[in-house]
């Protein structure tokens, strides 16, 4: 017989010492957390859909203390996958939007899922440059420390941590994901969204992160389940979640999924892809001796079966969590502060002849 349990994709990358660990994703500077940080919607962007799709992905690394058997403090990190989004707030339409960080409460907090977050003494993203730094290389690992503002759903099902981010887009090679792309759970219904339906992923690939540049990895595969039931999620809660017949493993948490949208639909025949997100990854199934669906801890090294079935977070719980108070509030306040815009001059009397 063969069990089966769920596998947060958070993986321990590296050999813990006594005192510290040398970050898997290199040195930092500083990471730019804001309240909320306006965005502007880019140009049009002939590049291929699958290249954009890389561009939204970061490499998050939370780094723990821990103490060894001895009690001795050591630092331990962890590795995941975020991605940006940008969030249009129909109570500002003069704004195009708000730029966000989106990744797992189990990336964020590592052993959240077992009731035990690890104290973090810091965070860091890895990001892409458009340009070349002065030793060569394409990427910039920026720092938060260790009180990132990070916000999470009062649901404890829901694998997700938000935090607004300001960065400098004109220095990064990255672009943000538009909500306006989320499947809704009614969209969802309209669409007739199905098992079988194509998906796509983006994220971390834990054997090679990239040396001059961060590399994410795409694959794809195919929505297994849309359970009507709520089922165990990463949390160890029941919860709503995606399955997915696509092979994630650690260091895929937080990877966000597209699902194609194009295709025979009950409103006809749509040829070409039509993207929008499903979701972000957030688990596997592991199969172990009796077929039980149990959430476990975070990999940490250890070789599993890999049932090839990942769990996915809906991206309608992403949109709700952009629309608790707190964030509501801190998009107010941005724009309250925003500078008016001139009033339009008085056109000129006519003249008479």
Same mark, same amino acid.
């Given at each position: ?39 502007? +919607? ?48 129909d109570?500002?339409? $003069?704004?195009?939007?708000? !730029? ?11 052993? *959240? ?11 860091? *993203? ?11 290389s394409y ?8 009180? +990132? ?7 404890? $099902? +829901? ?43 983006t ?36 919860? !709503? ?6 092979? +994630? ?25 039509n ?14 001796s ?19 079935? $990942? ?10 969590l952009?629309?608790v ?11 309250e502060a ?8 008085p ?7």
């Open positions: 017989m063969k069990k089966l349990k769920m596998i947060c994709l958070l993986p321990l990358l590296c050999i813990a010492i006594a005192a510290s660990a040398q970050s898997p994703v290199g040195n930092s500077g500083a990471l730019p957390t804001t309240a909320a940080s306006v965005a502007t +919607v880019p140009a049009a962007n002939p590049e291929p859909i699958v290249t954009q799709f890389k561009k939204t992905v970061v490499f998050v690394e939370a780094d723990c203390i821990v103490a060894d058997d001895t009690g001795a403090r050591k630092i331990v990190p962890y590795l995941g996958t975020g991605f940006l989004v940008m969030y249009h707030d109570r500002f339409p $003069a704004v195009q939007g708000f !730029n966000y960080l989106v990744t797992n409460h189990h990336v964020a907090s590592p052993g *959240i899922e077992d009731g035990t977050p690890c104290q973090v003494q810091d965070y860091k *993203i890895r990001l892409n440059l458009k340009n070349a730094a002065a030793d060569g990427s910039e690992v920026i720092s938060a420390g260790a009180n +990132v503002p990070w916000v999470y759903p009062t649901d404890p $099902a +829901v694998d997700l941590a938000m935090v607004p981010i300001a960065l400098d887009m004109s220095k990064y090679s990255l672009l943000a994901f538009p909500s306006s792309l989320f499947l809704t759970s009614e969209e969802a219904k309209q669409n007739r969204v199905v098992e079988g339906d194509s998906v796509l992923f994220g971390l690939f834990v054997q090679f992160i990239g040396q001059v540049k961060s590399e994410p990895i795409v694959r794809e595969g195919k929505i297994a389940m849309i359970p009507d039931e709520k089922m165990p999620t990463t949390l160890h809660v029941l919860g !709503n979640v995606y399955l997915v017949d696509a092979h +994630v493993f650690g260091g895929n948490s937080g990877s966000p999924m597209l699902v194609n949208l194009s295709g025979q639909r009950d409103n006809g025949l749509m040829a070409g892809y993207y929008h997100l499903l979701g972000l990854i957030s688990g596997y199934v592991q199969e172990t009796d077929f039980k669906l149990q959430p476990v801890a975070s990999y940490a090294g250890t070789v599993v079966a890999n049932s090839g079935v $990942a769990t996915v977070v809906p991206a309608q719980q992403i949109l709700d952009f629309n108070e707190v964030l509501r509030a801190n998009r107010q306040k941005v724009f925003m500078p008016a815009a001139p009033a339009p001059k056109s000129a009397a006519p003249t008479q002849q």
